[in-house]
């Protein structure tokens, strides 16, 4: 059996701030997550919903079907607004 979505999903997203030279706490910034919990993306051990999925590949300007496939996009994109409800459940309030 293969990798699970999370767990992909994570090594994409691990991939991709590697691949642009970001810190956890610099991408965490821009997708409005802790530090903490993007940490936990990346090794697979959380879960989110495909709403959330789509609003950080959005947000990060990459397509998500390629992050989870592993995929890197060389250009960092600007820093976008994000919405008012790309973090439902509060973990982190806007600034």
Do not use: C
Request: charged fraction near 30%.
């Amino acid at each position: 059996m293969g990798e699970s979505l999370r767990h992909r999903l994570g090594a994409g997203l691990r991939a991709q701030r590697e691949h642009w030279t970001l810190t956890q706490e610099q991408l965490a910034e821009r997708i409005g997550v802790t530090p903490r919990y993007l940490a936990a993306l990346e090794r697979g051990e959380r879960n989110v919903t495909m709403d959330t999925f789509d609003e950080y590949a959005k947000l990060l300007g990459v397509d998500a079907t390629g992050l989870l496939a592993g995929e890197v996009k060389d250009k960092l994109p600007a820093v976008r607004q994000r919405p008012a409800d790309a973090n439902p459940k509060g973990r982190r309030k806007p600034q």
